[in-house]
C-alpha cells in the first residue's frame, strides 16, 4: 500500500527535505516501498512557483525528476494569485503538470491509498495552490485519502496578507482534506528555545516538524502484519482514529490539549517490547487524565510501538503524542477574528480582487471557521 508525498511552497519543500532525510534512515520503509519505489525512488513531489529553492534542495534527495515543477515567478504571498496562477507570464500549467505528475505516480503505486500534502498557510504557493491543488486532488480521487500536513505562520506577523491566507486555506483544508495536521511557528520556536537559549534557526523548526511527523507515520511493529513486511498504513490509521467525526478534523503532535476527541501515542526504539504492557498497566489512564478526553468517546487513546527508533541516536527512544484537541481553537479564533477586522475595513481586499476573488468567498471562508469552531466547541462541552 502507497502513499504519495506533495510538496508545494518554499515551506513545504523545506521541510519536506528534512522529512525525506529523516525517513530514509528508517530501512523497514526501504524494504516495504511504502513510501519509496522498488528501486528507492521517493513517492514524492515537489512544487513550486519559483525554481531556485526547490532543485537546490531535491538535487539532495532520491526524486524523480521529472517530479519537480517550478513556474518562472513568485505567488506574492497572495492567496488569489496561487490559486487562480499567473496566466500573462505563462506559469498557468503549474498545476496541471502537479496533478500530471501525481498521476504517474498513482500508477507506478502497487495499491494507491492516499496523498500527503505539505504546505505553508501564509505563503501564496503553499496556501493559495496547495488550496487548488486539494481541490482537484479530492476531485479526481474521491475513494482515497488526503491529509494536510499545513504550517501555521507566527501570529505577530509574517506577512500582512497572512491571516487572509490562512483563512481561506484552512476553509478549503477543512472542505476536502480527510485530516489536517496543524503545526504552529510559534509553539515550535517556543518548545526549541526551551532546549536552547542561543537562537533557533529555520533548520531546526523544519527538523522539529519532520521529527514528529515521522514519529507518527514511520511503520511501527503494531501495524505490521505477520508477514512482517510493513503496509505504509501509519498515517491512514491515524486519520481514522482521530478524526472520528467528519467536522472535527484537525490534528496536532505537538502541544499538550487542554481537551481531546481523540489521541494516539507512539513509542519508538521499543526493543523490549514492554510499551504496550505499560500503556495498559496504567500509562494509558494517566494520559486519558492528562490530556481530558471527551466522554462521549469510547476508546480516546490508541497506541502504536515500533522497536527502532531513528529520529534520535542509536539505542535511544522516543514518544510521538498526536491529539485531535481543543487548543485549535485559540488558532482558529485568532484568524477568524483578525482577518474580519481586516475585511471589515477593506484592507488589501484589491489585491484578492484583481485575481476575481470577491466578496463571496471570504464569507463562505468566514462562515466555514465559525462553524469549525462551533463544532469543536459543541464536541468538547
Same mark, same amino acid.
Given at each position: ?7 508545494v511552497?518554499?515551506?513545504g ?6 522529512? $525525506?532525510?529523516t *525517513?530514509?534512515?528508517d530501512h523497514?520503509?526501504? /524494504?516495504s !516501498? ?12 515537489h512544487v513550486d ?5 526547490i $532543485?537546490s534542495?531535491? #538535487?539532495?534527495?532520491?526524486v #524523480? ?6 513556474g518562472?515567478?513568485? #505567488?506574492g504571498?497572495? $492567496?488569489a494569485?496561487g ?7 505563462? =506559469?498557468? !500549467?503549474?498545476?496541471? =503538470?502537479a ?5 504517474k505516480?498513482?500508477? #507506478?503505486?502497487d495499491?494507491y491509498?492516499g496523498?500527503v ?6 505563503g501564496?504557493?503553499? +496556501?493559495?495552490?496547495?488550496s487548488?491543488?486539494?481541490?482537484m486532488?479530492?476531485d ?8 494536510s ?6 501570529v ?9 491566507n490562512s483563512?481561506?486555506t484552512?476553509s478549503?483544508l477543512?472542505?476536502?482534506s ?7 511557528n510559534?509553539?515550535?520556536l517556543?518548545?526549541?528555545q526551551?532546549?536552547?537559549e542561543?537562537?533557533?534557526s529555520?533548520n531546526?523548526m523544519n527538523?522539529?516538524?519532520a521529527?514528529n ?6 511503520p511501527t511493529?503494531?501495524l505490521t502484519? +505477520?508477514?512482517?513486511c ?5 498515517p491512514? /490509521?491515524m ?5 472520528p467525526?467528519?467536522?472535527l &478534523?484537525?490534528?496536532? *503532535?505537538?502541544q499538550?490539549?487542554r481537551?481531546?476527541v481523540?489521541n494516539? *501515542?507512539v513509542?519508538r526504539? /521499543?526493543?523490549a517490547q ?10 494509558e489512564? &494517566?494520559i &486519558? +487524565?492528562?490530556? @481530558?478526553?471527551?466522554? $462521549? @468517546?469510547p476508546m480516546?487513546?490508541d497506541?502504536?510501538?515500533?522497536r527502532? @527508533?531513528?529520529?534520535g541516536p542509536r539505542? +535511544?527512544?522516543?514518544?510521538t %503524542? ?12 485568532? *484568524?477568524?477574528?483578525r482577518? &474580519?477586522v481586516?475585511?471589515e475595513?477593506g484592507?488589501?481586499l484589491h489585491w484578492?480582487?484583481r485575481?476575481s476573488i470577491?466578496?463571496?468567498t ?10 469549525? %469552531?462551533?463544532?469543536?466547541k459543541?464536541?468538547?462541552?
Open positions: 500500500m502507497s502513499t504519495v508525498f506533495l510538496h511552497g518554499q515551506c519543500n523545506q521541510t519536506g527535505h528534512a522529512f $525525506w532525510k *525517513v530514509i534512515k523497514t520503509v526501504l /524494504d !516501498h511504502s513510501f519509496v519505489d522498488h528501486k528507492g525512488i521517493q513517492r514524492s513531489i512557483s519559483e525554481p531556485k529553492v $532543485w534542495l531535491t #538535487r539532495s534527495l532520491k #524523480r525528476e521529472k517530479n519537480v515543477c517550478a518562472k515567478r513568485g #505567488r504571498s497572495n $492567496w494569485l490559486y487562480k496562477g499567473v496566466q500573462s507570464a505563462g =506559469d498557468d !500549467h503549474l498545476t496541471d =503538470d496533478m500530471e505528475c501525481l498521476r505516480e498513482v500508477e #507506478r503505486c495499491h491509498m496523498v500534502l505539505m504546505h505553508s498557510l501564509s501564496g504557493t503553499g +496556501s493559495g495552490l496547495g487548488r491543488l486539494s481541490e486532488i479530492r479526481e480521487y474521491p475513494m482515497n485519502y488526503l491529509m500536513c499545513a504550517i501555521a505562520p507566527c505577530s506577523g509574517e506577512s500582512p496578507l497572512q491571516h487572509y483563512l481561506l484552512l478549503h477543512h472542505r476536502f480527510d485530516g489536517v495536521i496543524l503545526m504552529q510559534d509553539e515550535i517556543r518548545k526549541l526551551k532546549r536552547n542561543k537562537s533557533v529555520f531546526a527538523q522539529s516538524i521529527n511527523l515521522c514519529g507518527v507515520f514511520l511493529e503494531s502484519p +505477520s508477514s512482517g510493513s503496509t505504509g498504513m501509519e491512514w /490509521d486519520v481514522r482514529t482521530l478524526c467525526v467528519p467536522s &478534523k484537525f490534528i496536532h *503532535v505537538l499538550n490539549a481537551r481531546s481523540a494516539l *501515542v513509542g526504539g /521499543d526493543s514492554s510499551f504496550l504492557a505499560a500503556m495498559k498497566r496504567g500509562v489512564d &494517566k &486519558k +487524565s492528562s490530556y @481530558n478526553c471527551v466522554t $462521549w @468517546n480516546p487513546v497506541y502504536w510501538s515500533a527502532r @527508533n531513528t529520529l539505542d +535511544s527512544s522516543s514518544v %503524542i498526536a491529539a485531535n484537541y481543543s487548543s485549535v481553537v485559540d488558532y482558529l479564533e485568532t *484568524v477568524l477574528e482577518s &474580519k481586516m475585511f475595513a484592507a488589501y484578492y480582487q485575481y470577491y466578496q463571496e471570504f464569507e463562505a471562508a468566514f462562515d466555514t471557521l465559525s462553524s469549525i %469552531i462551533a463544532e469543536y459543541a464536541a468538547l462541552s
